[in-house]
């Protein structure tokens, strides 16, 4: 096989030739990836390899290194657009197969909307990369076993079910009833050729012939806002189908307080919003399953990850206790006995649930996931985990120490208490940069601009501090000012009402009709940047640090995959640092449980870092208002 010649690349322009500096995030926009045959599309910043794009989306790609560029299985061929020839793609492939399109998903960085067509698992692998590049070794607690038992006789009357434990007697199980209900039928119907299904050291079924190829697992981010299952398939750690949907709770609330304020004031609500909660996720299950074309009783086991008081509710616990100082939980990790239907999901009726533990009535089980998923405990260098929304977790670890605490951000990263805001939906701004005469905008799903989602409020007060059009107090500059300063950009300085505003989109000849940023907007932007800072610089003066010493910051969830980072640092959301140190960890909650589904260790690990993380209480902390004040300047 002809290897290339990197000379001939470099002259077809299909090698980034020695200097190309390494992409940024620059705010200028998302790209696209189309992927193939599945004809998903999906949007990341620009940058992220086409690996991890495939797997924040839950599209299977050939790896056993984790992403590394090691194994060199993960094999894909850009169809369309433009993405340069690594050095490790140039020992891969033939000449002829880079100027296919041919490319190593992992090292294939998307710069540009491109096509990428992804060929089928050759492998059943033994090992999966989930989470921020964690490779998870293959040990789900679904196991199956096919046995064929000698049927019953005069001399031979042991009872069904010790005829089945003892065909797998290296196992101790206990068998659930659902077992022993369906024990005679089965084995009398099948001719006593069997499969066991077991799950941890439970015997929850016994199915007719062999049916070891098929065991499913479903992990669950149970969000506030959004909910997102995905179906795996524990025999190869790959998911089958991802779905998502609002949580159906949103009409008591947008946040997790307004909704424990709804039980406290008519103790009828809580049970109308855990059969809300159950309902979101029985639709979710439904909908994975019928994608896959897996029957539900085949979904043997369930993960959830969820904040504190998500998993209280659609448990039918009492939150309030969570909502009222001291914030105590009912409990920090909940029983193993716990079943998928405690959950309302219409699966295995045996299945169990496993349920992420919580360090504190704010730093719930979705932020344990979370840091499982990007190995917070076991990464050795200096690293900020920050998942923005309406309460913000942040966590400070260096492999050894892991502090964490929570900063009550308020609802402006989701669209919430901004006078044109809305959620990251068709016809919201998600991307803002400003030249001297013009406003480029992103809008999702390519259609005039309606309003605007949190990663656009914080690219437009960015851009327009970058410009002095904002100054570090955070008042907008008078229309006399912006004429001196950008005078192509004045026009769009107005007022509605006695307000000052700056117009994004026209959307006619009155501002108060178009898409704007409010100086009210502003100061909202303000408030929630300055809890956020203040929660991390108490963190970091927890380890005796400064700001430069952090070597990576995680922005964490559906918004901070979303995010700017070089918006975020230009505001001070994040420590002032290069762009390249700053990542978008994509939805790590959902990750941390599809981990635990897949391996009993990284179950085992979840468990271990309620042990290992210290939780720091804002409320309490002397010093929290000052330095909240020293934090609402933009900065210089």
């Known amino acids: 096989m002809t290897r290339a010649s990197r000379s001939d690349l470099h002259r077809e322009g299909l090698l980034d030739p020695p200097g190309t500096p390494e992409v940024s995030h620059d705010g200028s926009g998302r790209v696209r990836l189309h992927f193939l045959p599945l004809e998903r599309d999906v949007r990341v910043p620009p940058g992220v390899t086409v690996f991890d794009a495939a797997s924040w989306n839950g599209i299977a790609i050939d790896s056993t290194c984790g992403g590394h560029g090691t194994c060199k299985k993960c094999r894909i061929r850009i169809t369309s657009g433009s993405v340069p020839v690594s050095r490790l ?3 891969c492939f033939t000449a002829d197969e880079l100027r296919d399109g041919w490319r190593l998903a992992c090292m294939a960085a998307a710069l540009g909307d491109v096509s990428v067509d ?63 209900r369906r024990l005679p039928g089965v084995l009398r119907s099948s001719s006593f050729a069997v499969t066991a299904v077991v799950v941890d050291d439970v015997l929850v079924d016994v199915e007719p012939g062999d049916t070891t190829g098929r065991r499913f697992g479903l992990a669950v981010d149970l969000g506030t806002t959004t909910v997102v299952a995905t179906l795996l398939d524990t025999s190869t750690g790959t998911p089958a189908a991802v779905a998502s949907m609002l949580n159906k709770q949103q009409p008591f609330g947008a946040d997790v307080i307004t909704r424990i304020s709804a039980t406290m004031l008519d103790p009828s609500a809580l049970v109308r919003l855990r059969t809300l909660a159950q309902e979101t996720l029985a639709e979710l299950a439904v909908e994975v399953c019928a994608q896959a074309e897996v029957d539900p009783a085949e979904v043997y086991e369930v993960a959830l990850a969820g904040n504190a008081t998500m998993t209280a509710l659609v448990l039918g616990i009492d939150p309030e206790p969570l909502g009222v100082a001291p914030f105590v939980m009912s409990t920090a990790s909940w029983p193993a006995l716990l079943k998928a239907s405690d959950l309302g999901l219409p699966v295995h009726p045996a299945a169990p649930a496993v349920v992420f533990p919580a360090l504190g009535a704010y730093v719930g089980g979705d932020i344990v996931a979370g840091m499982l998923a990007s190995g917070m405990d076991r990464d050795k260098r200096l690293r900020l985990f920050i998942d923005v929304g309406t309460n913000c977790e942040i966590v400070l670890g260096d492999g050894e120490r892991i502090v964490a605490t929570a900063a009550p951000a308020g609802p402006a990263f989701e669209g919430g208490a901004i006078r044109c805001g809305m959620r990251a939906a068709d016809g919201a701004i998600e991307v803002v940069k400003l030249s001297e005469d013009d406003v480029g905008l992103q809008v999702i799903g390519d259609v005039d601009a309606v309003g605007l989602c949190g990663s656009g409020l914080v690219d437009a007060v960015a851009e327009l501090v970058r410009f002095g059009l904002l100054d570090s107090t955070g008042r907008l500059v008078s229309p006399e000012d912006a004429k001196e300063i950008a005078p192509g950009l004045a026009d769009r300085f107005c007022s509605v009402g006695a307000e ?12 108060a009709e178009s898409v704007y940023l409010s100086q009210r907007d502003v100061r909202e932007l303000q408030f929630a940047k300055a809890a956020i800072a203040t929660g991390w610089t108490l963190l970091l003066a927890e380890f005796g640090i400064e700001p430069g010493d952090v070597q990576q910051v995680l922005l964490a969830g559906s918004f901070g995959s979303y995010l700017s980072p070089a918006s975020a640092v230009r505001i001070g959301l994040v420590p002032k640092l290069s762009v390249l140190r700053i990542v978008s960890a994509g939805n790590v909650a959902g990750e941390g449980a599809k981990m635990v589904l897949l391996s009993m260790q990284e179950r085992a690990g979840a468990a271990a870092l309620l042990r290992e993380v210290r939780y720091v209480e804002l409320s309490d902390r002397p010093d929290f208002n000052d330095r909240f004040v020293d934090m609402l300047a933009f900065p210089g």
Do not use: C, M, N
């Open 89 to 91: 793609d140039v020992r």
């Open 500 to 511: 000052r505003v700056f117009v994004l989109a026209w959307r006619g000849v009155e501002a």
């Open 118 to 180: 992804v060929p089928p698992l050759s492998t059943r692998p033994k090992a999966a990369t989930v989470g921020v590049g964690r490779q998870v070794i293959l040990r789900p607690a679904i196991q199956k076993r096919y046995v064929e038992l000698a049927e019953p006789s005069l001399q031979d009357q042991r009872p069904d079910l010790d005829r089945v434990l003892d065909a797998i007697d290296d196992l101790e199980l206990r068998p659930d009833l659902h077992v022993l």
